[in-house]
């Protein structure tokens, strides 16, 4: 990598919103620095773009390109896009909605102006950086605290140089969230041996949670919808 100083951020929230943290990871020259904290009552986003800000100020650029990596579609978005839009709309979105997290994004408007090199990865798929960014995100989300470290890289442990991951997982994890995304035709579940067809969620969430040995699973068509049946009940 060219850059002189590389920065790894995550942001969590355990229950979305609900109690959360952020994490960022700097490589400056060969010192590294975790940075990190704790919010009670906060959603992913807002700490995906914490973690984001907090590191930008314990960064001292002396005009070296500052390559951050997130996994925040929101963060990067948002910073090299949504933001000057929302600016010229007065704080605004094109529905005339106030800008969510709008204190964090005017935040994070004068540390644009350093020289930042913006890259959106795919997150849990094994990029050494982020896995650990979100480990410290998740530390604190958790239990309001985690160690952070500050030292040399030599004893970190970690080498977050290394940016290459696992392209078959990231792209079942991208299929995944596309399928995620699409309206159902129906939710199917199996307990006790017994398939049924639910119309909505609502149906299905019912018929399974808290109960030992079910499946469950969002069909986007009626093909699909038997093929699923299919597979729970082997005919």
């Given at each position: ?97 106030d800008v969510l ?66 392209e078959a997982k ?66």
């Amino acid at each position: 990598m060219t850059a002189k100083i590389i920065i790894f951020t995550d942001g969590a929230a355990k229950g979305n919103p609900g109690k959360g943290g952020y994490g960022a990871v700097i490589l400056d020259g060969k010192t590294i620095t975790e940075v990190g904290g704790y919010k009670e009552h906060t959603t992913n986003n807002e700490m995906e773009l914490r973690a984001v800000v907090e590191a930008l100020k314990v960064v001292k650029s002396r005009g070296e390109t500052i390559a951050i990596y997130t996994d925040s579609k929101y963060v990067v978005e948002g910073a090299k896009v949504w933001i000057f839009g929302w600016i010229k709309n007065g704080w605004k979105t094109q529905t005339k909605t106030d800008v969510l997290n709008k204190e964090l994004w005017q935040e994070l408007l004068p540390l644009l102006k350093l020289k930042i090199e913006w890259h959106k990865v795919p997150g849990h798929v094994g990029i050494i950086g982020n896995e650990r960014a979100d480990t410290i995100a998740s530390g604190f989300a958790e239990k309001k605290t985690f160690d952070l470290y500050t030292g040399s890289d030599k004893d970190y442990g970690f080498d977050i140089s290394d940016t290459s991951f696992d392209e078959a997982k990231a792209k079942k994890r991208s299929a995944e969230k596309k399928r995620s995304s699409q309206k159902a035709y129906s939710y199917i579940s199996l307990l006790d041996g017994v398939v049924q067809v639910h119309q909505t969620w609502n149906e299905c969430e019912k018929r399974v949670k808290g109960k030992k040995g079910t499946r469950f699973k969002k069909s986007l068509d009626a093909g699909n919808e038997k093929e699923i049946i299919k597979d729970f009940t082997g005919k």
